[in-house]
Antibody
Framework: EVQLVQSGAEVKKPGESLKISCQGS????????IAWVRQMPGKGLEWMGI????????RYSPSFQGQVTISADKSISTAYLQWSSLKASDTAMYYC?????????WGQGTAVTVSS | DIVMTQSPDSLAVSLGERATINCKSS????????????LAWYQQKPGQPPKLLIY???TRESGVPDRFSGSESGTDFTLTISSLQAEDVAVYYC?????????FGPGTKVDVK
């Protein structure tokens, strides 16, 4: 079964760093782009960026460029989304998705809460 | 960036009736080399991740009931639920994956009347 499994919920304080993960299984992880999507509480979906695990080429939405870093380790079939200094406005659900013809497989989501 | 708009924001339809959701892209998402529109539709139920329903504007994902269909006319796209079922209550999003940044529409909430 093809699946993406994300790391668990996080509660952080403003200014802290964070790295969340998305592990793929059941397919050749290196050969498919992985996207990250943000969903703020009660709001819609926002595309953040995408990475090709085969060579770690990453592309970002201008809205998120410089705010987050997307990376991958193909040896353990895992993609990452990280922040160096969280803000309260980063509170959201974050999803990873495999990009083939569209985003055909999604992770279950990682809830990030940033509060002092 | 390509801007995606959707209408209506929400709609309520009786069980067994048709639901129609519209999506418009600010520019073409047609890839000339394969003549495909890079437009997808997703369904999101509360507390769940989105689920892919339709890709290339009109191709149904495997396992998606055939009451869901997608159509296209230039930069206008439509998702139709031919006979609404209770389990179809959800928010529906369109997305263009033609160019980066890929962008989603704001969503349309579908309820039972």
């Amino acid at each position: 079964e093809v699946q993406l499994v994300q790391s668990g919920a996080e509660v952080k304080k403003p200014g802290e760093s964070l790295k969340i993960s998305c592990q793929g299984s059941g397919y050749s992880f290196s050969n498919y782009w992985i996207a990250w999507v943000r969903q703020m509480p009660g709001k819609g979906l926002e595309w953040m960026g995408i990475i090709y695990p085969g060579d770690s080429e990453a592309r970002y939405s201008p809205s998120f460029q410089g705010q987050v870093t997307i990376s991958a380790d193909k040896s353990i079939s895992t993609a990452y989304l990280q922040w160096s200094s969280l803000k309260a406005s980063d509170t959201a659900m974050y999803y990873c998705g495999r990009q083939t013809r569209a985003l055909d497989v999604w992770g279950q989501g990682t809830a990030v809460t940033v509060s002092s | 960036d390509i801007v995606m708009t959707q209408s209506p924001d929400s709609l309520a339809v009786s069980l067994g009736e048709r639901a129609t959701i519209n999506c418009k892209s600010s520019q073409s998402v047609l890839y000339n080399s394969n003549n495909k529109n890079y437009l997808a539709w997703y369904q999101q139920k509360p507390g769940q991740p989105p689920k892919l329903l339709i890709y290339w504007a009109s191709t149904r994902e495997s396992g998606v009931p055939d009451r869901f269909s997608g159509s296209e006319s230039g930069t206008d796209f439509t998702l139709t639920i031919s006979s609404l079922q209770a389990e179809d209550v959800a928010v529906y999003y369109c997305q263009q994956y033609y160019s980066i940044p890929e962008t989603f529409g704001p969503g349309t909430k579908v309820d039972v009347k």
